[in-house]
């Protein structure tokens, strides 16, 4: 492995600007932390990737088994001095490894090949990156078919999106910059019924049908779907609460009615 003790080196210069979104979208390359993370990019065979390691995380026992399969990957390892590290790093206990990898979010085309029982999660203006990160690891561990995002929720590759979702961004496709419209004609197109979730909902979420194929969509933390937006819908559900206590965290929402469609598919108990 080649070795970098410059904190000036170019490689470490890229990649230091990718914690900057203009940057990410500039090169389509996001720089991540931790071996859970990376270990899940070289087993979904994700190339080309940079992997930068400190001598003493490369004595971890996982990391010949990740060293092997990234060669095969053609991945680049580089062996970096700790101060060289400590410009890659991010979170506040680093592991002593990084790496860059390439985008990986999908084109909204793509899902049209998904199963209609796998119901696809759309978030209208979710701000909020520990949440984001929460529902995409929970849409894959309920079985979804996919995350869609509008234009202006908060960047899938965020830090703090990647690190709460745990190694979920690989499990299951990811699609940004999606607005109302272009929404519309992909459901028209794939027969999926659009199905908003507000605090006015005309029925609860246990009555849905969840037998036919939709597209739920979740609105912004603090504000919920547009008017606009619910007025599109086929139609509107609620979570019934308890009088007098406080709207649900958007993430608990999620999880609440993904686990109830996979339920009603019959998936969860097998």
């Not at 990376?38 to 995380?57: M, N, R």
């Not at 680049?76 to 979170?91: G, H, I, N």
């Not at 990986?104 to 209609?116: G, H, K």
Request: charged content about 20%; glycine content about 6%; some cysteine.
């Amino acid at each position: 492995m080649d070795e970098i003790t410059s904190r000036e080196n170019e490689r470490i210069k890229k990649a230091c600007a990718l914690k900057q979104k203009k940057e990410r979208q500039k090169q389509r390359k996001v720089l991540v932390e931790g071996w859970r993370l990376i270990a899940d990019a070289a087993a979904q065979g994700l190339s080309p990737v940079q992997c930068f390691i400190t001598p003493q995380a490369a004595t971890h026992e996982r990391f010949q088994g990740l060293y092997a399969l990234g060669k095969r990957l053609s991945w680049q390892f580089f062996v970096v001095a700790p101060k060289v590290y400590d410009k890659l790093k991010e979170t506040q206990h680093p592991q002593g490894i990084a790496a860059v990898l390439p985008y990986f979010t999908t084109a909204l085309d793509l899902t049209e090949r998904i199963a209609p029982q796998r119901p696809i999660v759309y978030l209208q203006s979710v701000q909020d990156p520990g949440n984001l990160g929460s529902i995409i690891r929970t849409a894959a561990a309920a079985d979804a078919g996919a995350v869609v995002l509008s234009r202006d929720s908060v960047d899938v590759y965020n830090d703090k999106v990647l690190r709460s979702a745990m190694g979920a961004v690989f499990k299951i496709p990811l699609v940004t910059d999606v607005d109302m419209e272009t929404l519309q004609a992909y459901c028209l197109r794939t027969h999926r019924r659009l199905t908003g979730a507000a605090a006015s909902g005309s029925s609860s979420y246990t009555q849905l049908d969840y037998a036919q194929a939709r597209v739920l969509a979740f609105g912004n933390e603090g504000n919920g779907l547009t008017l606009p937006f619910l007025q599109a819908c086929a139609e509107t559900v609620t979570i019934p609460m308890r009088p007098e206590t406080e709207s649900l965290n958007l993430a608990a929402a999620v999880g609440i009615v993904l686990y109830k469609a996979w339920e009603r598919q019959g998936f969860l108990y097998e």
